[in-house]
């Protein structure tokens, strides 16, 4: 009989560990290698325990997920990492992917569909889900990636801060930042700031 798939959880909320935990141990062909409650415990417990899959989630203390994924990507090239967030916003996915994860599921997907992403990815397939898939798929058609600076700018925006006030805070004319402020709106698709500060914080652009 093949050895158990050893599974790392990694995610900050106990009651959610216990419960991935509980259906893990149910899987004749998986165990739980190990828990950790945040992105740097993560790596650390990677480090010690080499399990064959990572739950990873993205919402954590001290360094988050996507942190925790490319420092342990850096470390353990092989790692196979499948994310399990409550995050559908496509910059979340894209970056979570583009750090290494090699599968994206979010909470709210049923016990088969996590049981059968994590034998997939640990057989050397990923495995994204339809939302998180869909979400990549409008990223790809959208007007373009924001730029650093814009998301300076953008974050300044959300902070009720003036174009004049953006300018005084990046050391930038107020023409320039009125530029960005064109180029965000066309980028995002929207028409104003509140739109656009809005529509960044969905697609995971901006944390609140």
Known sequence: M???IRVLIAEDHAVVRDGLAAVLEFETDMTVAGHAKNGREAVARFRALKPDIV???LAMPELDGAGAILAIRRE???ARILVLTTYDGDENV???????ARGYLLKDCSAAELLAAIRKVHSGGTHVSERAAARLADRAMGGGQLSPREIEVLNLIAGGKSNKEIGAALF????TVKTHVLSIHEKLGVGDRTEAVVTAIKRGILRV
């Open 2 to 4: 093949p050895e158990p």
């Open 55 to 57: 739950l990873m989630d």
């Open 76 to 78: 353990f090239p092989a």
């Open 94 to 100: 894209y970056h979570a992917l583009e750090n290494g």
């Open 172 to 175: 930038i004319s107020e023409g």
